[in-house]
């Protein structure tokens, strides 16, 4: 199915700009001079085995870690250095981040809808309430819901400010398939009707090859494909895109592409 | 015009005071939710001052010094009590974040450090009415200790007392977002190396010649000589406050430069992707 065509809202310049972007530890590189850039209303996908980059190339999008050479711009800021004129732009959801578990759901919205400037925060919480299906949760607190729950919350979160840029670490891991469904349908909703940019980083396959207008694979720390999903696919000889990973991951890709 | 546009309208990035009251009212809720922790606030300094209190009462019973000296112990723990509170009371707020997992969306989020700081500094001043207010009320009713009998003198000690933990505040958590949970320990601890420094419970030339300039060179060492002026010869010197501030002005500063210096740090070093429970 062809993908609609991502709003741009008349905004100029990529929301995310990215060049020669290297990030070393000690003696491991984990990013490796990277380049690219991504338009307006599209959802990229960072894929990757584990310690391939991504979650170190999504921390220097949102400028929680300073690369060591190159340059990461979001929304048109260096997020090394001036990433304060942009974060109430972005937003951001993880499995791995917790909001505070002894606050109770609607303290927590509240709470991150005042850090993000939101005004009439009592019509922004009832609004995401009623969006994520978390009405009769409001008064719960966040420690004492299911998994599915918190993810329902931790996305309400990330859509409180209504971001222009949306980074997503594995959004749907460890969710059940409906759940993940009811995930995955909101984001593409989202990303379509408001017209955001949204990266996620995620090993779900299908998740990727339905949601991504673009797919950016990395293998230590370096770009080694960049393509939409589908082209990906027709360029290694595969049926879908999990045998493209699953074929990189073992081979690399010049050789599963030679295997073609 | 979309409803992005729209929204990003009423979204501002200078909604500084908004950002420190979102993050007071945090604390604060995590504090309205747990009755034991308030308890636990409490109980610490109620525990210290019962036993400073008893044991001044039986040291007046033994000794004309200590009878003359009604109020030297219970004073020095209570003010003492102030700085351990308040410190902790700042860092504690800082480290729910980590134990919440929480920290990844407060860096990822406007706030700003100096905001952040500015609601710990709040939230410290909170936790510490909660848990000193009862303990003074308790002093008096006990021991007949009034601590706001010090008069203005008082506000001088707390005001003192206070921006030093805030110091000691800022270098600990600063220490905890470069290296995480594993320097949890410092702190918790950190307040404690000037117990013994900052003379609480005995005069600073009770210390070896060589340890004396460290002592002086400590805010709160003015604090509790200070005290032992008004106490033991009903005078209060502005000049030691005075001092005290002078040099607080420095640690506050220090503080503030070596929690800068730690987060720019974590950032480069990867750590704030990293930390959790």
């Known amino acids: 199915m062809q993908k609609p065509t991502p709003a741009t809202n008349g905004r100029t310049g990529p929301p995310v700009e990215v060049r020669d972007l290297r990030k070393v530890y000690g003696d491991v590189t984990a990013v490796d001079g990277i380049t690219f850039e991504l338009a307006h209303g599209t959802i990229t996908a960072l894929l990757g085995g584990n310690g391939a980059g991504k979650t170190t190339t999504i921390s220097m999008l949102m400028g929680l870690v300073i690369p060591t050479s190159g340059e990461a711009r979001v929304l048109g800021a260096d997020m090394a250095r001036e990433r304060h004129k942009v974060l109430h732009r972005m937003n951001f959801e993880s499995p791995y981040v917790d909001v505070p578990m002894r606050l109770t759901v609607r303290q927590n919205l509240e709470v991150f809808g005042r850090l993000y400037g939101v005004r009439d925060i009592k019509g922004r919480v009832t609004a995401s309430a009623a969006d994520f299906r978390l009405v009769d949760l409001l008064d719960r607190p966040y420690g004492k819901l299911s998994a599915g729950q918190k993810t329902r919350v931790s996305l309400a979160k990330a859509l409180i400010n209504e971001p222009e840029l949306l980074l997503l670490d594995e959004p749907t891991a460890s969710l059940d398939p409906d759940t993940a469904d009811w995930v995955r349908r909101k984001l593409e909703a989202y990303a379509r009707s408001r017209g955001a940019t949204i990266v996620l980083a995620s090993h779900n396959m299908a998740e990727v090859e339905r949601l991504a207008d673009r797919v950016i694979m990395l293998e230590s720390g370096r770009i080694i494909a960049d393509e939409t999903p589908r082209d990906l696919i027709a360029r290694f000889g595969r049926s879908n895109l999990e045998e493209v990973f699953l074929a990189i991951a073992r081979r690399g890709a010049h050789e599963a592409e030679a295997l073609t | ?277």
């Not at chain 2, 200078?14 to 009251?21: D, Q």
């Not at chain 2, 902790?88 to 100096?114: K, T």
């Not at chain 2, 939230?123 to 010090?150: E, T």
């Not at chain 2, 030691?240 to 501030?245: S, W």
């Open chain 2, 1 to 277: 015009m979309t409803a992005t546009h729209t929204l990003r309208e009423q979204t501002t990035a200078r909604a500084s005071w908004g950002r420190i009251w979102a993050m007071v009212l945090r604390y604060w809720y995590v504090i309205r939710s747990s009755w034991p922790r308030t308890a636990e606030l409490v109980y610490w300094p109620l525990v210290q001052m019962l036993t400073w209190g008893f044991l001044q009462s039986y040291l007046a019973q033994t000794t004309s010094f200590a009878a003359k000296a009604a109020g030297l112990f219970i004073g020095g723990v209570l003010l003492w009590d102030i700085l351990v509170r308040s410190q902790l009371g700042f860092a504690v707020a800082f480290l729910e974040e980590i134990w919440s997992r929480n920290l990844g969306h407060l860096m990822m989020s406007p706030l700003r450090p100096s905001e952040l700081v500015a609601a710990l500094i709040i939230v410290s001043l909170i936790k510490l009415a909660v848990a000193m207010v009862p303990v003074a009320v308790l002093a008096y009713l006990f021991f007949g200790f009034n601590v706001l009998g010090l008069g203005i003198a008082f506000a001088f000690f707390f005001l003192n007392l206070v921006i030093m933990s805030w110091s000691l505040g800022l270098v600990s958590t600063g220490v905890v977002l470069r290296w995480g949970l594993g320097a949890e320990s410092f702190a918790w601890l950190i307040v404690f190396v000037f117990l013994p420094l900052c003379c609480v419970y005995y005069p600073v030339t009770t210390l070896p010649a060589w340890l004396q300039p460290v002592a002086l060179a400590l805010p709160p060492t003015y604090v509790f000589e200070g005290l032992r002026g008004i106490v033991l010869q009903g005078v209060f010197e502005p000049v030691l406050m005075l001092k005290a501030f002078l040099l607080n002005l420095v640690y506050f500063a220090a503080g503030f430069a070596a929690f800068a210096y730690f987060l720019h740090s974590a950032r480069v070093h990867g750590s704030l992707v990293q930390m959790g429970e």
